[in-house]
Each structure stands twice: as structure tokens, then as C-alpha cells.
T-cell receptor, first 119, second 111 residues
Framework: DAGVTQSPTHLIKTRGQQVTLRCSPI?????VSWYQQVLGQGPQFIFQ???????GRGNFPDRFSARQFPNYSSELNVNALLLGDSALYLC??????????????????FGSGTQLSVL | EDKVVQSPLSLVVHEGDTVTLNCSYE??????LLWYKQEKKAPTFLFML????IEKKSGRLSSILDKKELFSILNITATQTGDSAVYLC???????????FGTGTRLQVTL
């Protein structure tokens, strides 16, 4: 079975540009989360979406936005890129269900990430 | 604000050694503590702990949680070069599936 897939794997942009990162969750997973990992640090929470609704947002500026589609895939958009946005962007999915929303939602399965470089 | 602190930050050991990695946390409405292994890009799941005192084991790896003292340890016995990686500790709390990660412990296993 396919794991979490992300595209593109690498991206180079210049300051001020906009970028869209894509993520497909594991089949059957309805929850998708986005994390930013700066070199030498642990991943930092950006967003969580469950059944197409935003369920959590981290401490990131409004330049960061996301959405989830009916097939549970997701996009992360970053506008007006800054040098400090250079990082590995990780997508994760989890088996959160309506019947048991508290079970399994924290057991995240991560994709290989998109390495974003802003010049 | 939720906080996770891992120690040591880095560690170099010889193949066959046993290592203990530490994780302490402060989190509102604690739900779970998770360990991940990150070799290149994708963190891979190792353990999820929710109850104190119950050891989780998988081969040479084991982990235990102390909810009273707010810490967890990850043990790796008979280390191999393939264990070289960054080990991330994360805690889940509140209502969302947000995880708060530590900085990680970089483990290098040499021959």
C-alpha cells in the first residue's frame, strides 16, 4: 500500500513568490496535517484538516494557508515567501474517525517532505 | 505553551553499545507521547505511549513513559549502524491531532 505521498520533492523559489505543496494521505486516512521542519529542529505544527475542515492551526502567519479536497488530499500554500520559509515541509496523515475521534489521531504517518529553498 | 526537551542532543556510540535517549515534556491535557526515527526525510513511527509504567518493545528498541514525572526514555540495545538517525520525541495534547516535537537526538553508531 502506498504511504503518504508529497510533491514536489524539491523546490527553489525567490523571495516574494508563492508556492503550493501537495499531499496525498494513506488510503482510508481522512486527517492530514502539515509541519515545517527547519534544519536542526524538530517539526513544527502548521495545520490539521479533518474531513475538509480546519481543525487546528499553529503559530504561523496568514501567508500560510491550506485546504483539503473531497478525496482527502491536501495543499499547503505559502504567499510572499521569505528567506526564513526555507525548510522541509512534511505532510502526515492519521486514521481519525468520526466514531472514535480520539483514537489514532495522534499516530501520524509522515511523507518524505518537500524541501523548499527560498533565495 | 507545550514544550518537549530531549537529551542528549547528539550521541556517538560503538556498534553493540546500549543507549538511552531522554524526553521530558510539559503539555496541556496530555494525551500521548510518541517516538519517531528520522533517517533522511520522513519520520517513521516507533512507539506511542499513553499509560505510565507500561513498556513498549519492538525488537531491540523499547520505551517507557512516566506521567507523574513527565518524561519518557527510549532504549536501544545492541546498537547497529542502521540505528544511526535522529530520534524525535513528540507529545499530543488538547483536541486536535497536533504533535509538539522536541529538537531530536542525533545518534551515530560507528563500527
Amino acid at each position: 500500500d502506498a504511504g503518504v505521498t508529497q510533491s514536489p520533492t524539491h523546490l527553489i523559489k525567490t523571495r516574494g513568490q508563492q508556492v503550493t505543496l501537495r499531499c496525498s494521505p494513506i488510503s482510508g486516512h481522512k486527517s492530514v496535517s502539515w509541519y515545517q521542519q527547519v534544519l536542526g529542529q524538530g517539526p513544527q505544527f502548521i495545520f490539521q484538516y479533518y474531513e475538509k475542515e480546519e481543525r487546528g492551526r499553529g503559530n504561523f502567519p496568514d501567508r500560510f494557508s491550506a485546504r483539503q479536497f473531497p478525496n482527502y488530499s491536501s495543499e499547503l500554500n505559502v504567499n510572499a515567501l521569505l528567506l526564513g520559509d526555507s525548510a522541509l515541509y512534511l505532510c502526515a496523515s492519521s486514521l481519525q474517525t468520526r466514531a472514535n475521534p480520539g483514537q489514532g489521531r495522534e499516530k501520524l504517518f509522515f511523507g518524505s517532505g518537500t524541501q523548499l529553498s527560498v533565495l | 505553551e507545550d514544550k518537549v526537551v530531549q537529551s542528549p542532543l547528539s550521541l556517538v556510540v560503538h556498534e553493540g553499545d546500549t543507549v538511552t535517549l531522554n524526553c521530558s515534556y510539559e503539555v496541556t491535557n496530555f494525551r500521548s507521547l510518541l517516538w519517531y526515527k528520522q533517517e533522511k526525510k520522513a519520520p517513521t513511527f516507533l512507539f506511542m505511549l499513553t499509560s505510565s509504567g507500561i513498556e513498549k518493545k519492538s525488537g531491540r528498541l523499547s520505551s517507557i513513559l512516566d506521567k507523574k514525572e513527565l518524561f519518557s526514555i527510549l532504549n536501544i540495545t545492541a546498537t547497529q549502524t542502521g540505528d544511526s538517525a535522529v530520534y524525535l520525541c513528540a507529545v499530543g495534547g488538547g483536541t486536535a491531532s497536533k504533535l509538539t516535537f522536541g529538537t531530536g537526538t542525533r545518534l551515530q553508531v560507528t563500527l
